[in-house]
């Protein structure tokens, strides 16, 4: 195609663009704002609700399947261990650095330039675009507020750096808060019952304990202990410890089954703070990721969430430009090429696909 020379070169620039302005979670209408003047310039209507815009092909048409193209606007925060400027877009031997550049702007900006160059033409199926917010978050402020307005949806690409690879399914995430109570007392007269003692028990068996069904694409379910507080001097026999743990699920349970398992090995108190964030996917003989296997793209389960996680009732695939290894990381970047080669492949995926509805 001609003009996708020009989308590579669009898909750079609004990343630079993007990079400049300072975009953290719950703080994305500056950069959501952008996000319309680029659209709007190429005569798109677009629609936004709170900090999430999209916008709809221009021979979207009824009874067609409708394909989503989506990644998010917002960044985690910047460490201190930046030794550049993180809001500064600066290229240097290829690469493009900046805050949200590698995860998830080159997906982003690849995904809105291969909207831009479907539409150019009527596909097989109906599309839109969106811009979503709040996804390092997994807040509801994000695509979750806007997909029953986007309507029904078929099936969606998440922009995530996979290094161009196709994530066909995702681990789950659930996060427990867990406490173990004891009696406090007087730490030299060995009195009281202490609640570390009592939590170590359990704190062995989230290192140790097998879940039975592991999967073949995401492997078994993982528990991590990744924060632990007790005690408040040190003469005080505690009578809390408090820790939380990192549940990361397969396809073959849910986190409100994992949930009621592990409530009942334990001897703790536990809480989960949220059960929305399921594994996700799509099947590995659907045509899109048929098309995929086509041209060369090979497949795997990620161990990291996305908004994959929310999209309900449709499936979904995580492709993008990008390695995932570099998301979060001081002095943060992309290649060029792997943002030109993003806006390549998508196009060369998705350009005369077949959907069903």
């Not at 007790?230 to 699920?249: E, I, K, L, M, T």
């Amino acid at each position: 195609m001609k003009n996708l020379e020009i989308y590579k070169a669009l898909a750079i620039e609004t990343l630079k663009g993007l990079i400049a302005i300072q975009s953290y979670s719950k703080e994305e209408n500056l950069a959501a704002d952008l996000m319309e003047q680029v659209l709007q310039s190429y005569q798109y209507q677009t629609h936004r609700k709170g900090n999430n815009v999209w916008v709809y092909g221009k021979h979207n048409a009824e009874d067609k399947a409708l394909l989503l193209l989506n990644s998010h606007l917002d960044t985690v925060n910047a460490s201190a261990s930046w030794t550049k400027d993180p809001f500064q877009p600066l290229v240097e031997d290829g690469k493009l650095y900046g805050l949200g550049s590698n995860d998830a702007g080159g997906c982003l900006c690849s995904l809105m330039a291969t909207f831009l160059a479907l539409d150019e033409k009527e596909q097989d199926y109906n599309l839109v675009f969106a811009a979503s917010a709040e996804e390092e978050i997994s807040g509801k402020n994000g695509f979750e507020l806007i997909q029953k307005e986007i309507g029904k949806i078929d099936l969606g690409i998440v922009g995530e750096p996979t290094l161009m690879q196709m994530a066909i399914a995702e681990k789950g995430l659930m996060v427990l808060d867990v406490e173990t109570k004891g009696v406090s007392g007087h730490a030299a007269r060995g009195e009281g019952v202490n609640a570390i003692d009592k939590a170590m028990k359990d704190l062995q068996w989230f290192q140790t304990y097998k879940f039975d069904k592991e999967s073949e694409i995401l492997g078994p379910v993982k528990m991590t202990v990744t924060q632990i507080a007790a005690g408040s001097q040190h003469n005080v026999v505690p009578d809390s410890c408090r820790f939380v743990v990192d549940v990361r699920s397969n396809e073959h349970y849910s986190n409100q089954d994992l949930f009621e398992l592990i409530d009942q090995q334990i001897e703790s108190d536990v809480k989960a703070r949220s059960f929305r964030m399921n594994s996700s996917g799509i099947n590995l003989n659907h045509p899109l990721v048929q098309a995929g296997i086509k041209m060369g793209r090979s497949y795997y389960g990620s161990p990291t969430t996305s908004d994959q996680a929310i999209m309900k009732g449709f499936p979904t695939l995580k492709f993008g430009p990008g390695d995932s290894a570099r998301s979060h990381t001081a002095n943060e970047f992309i290649y060029l090429f792997e943002i030109e080669e993003g806006v390549e492949i998508y196009y060369q995926l998705l350009n005369g696909l077949e959907i069903q509805g």
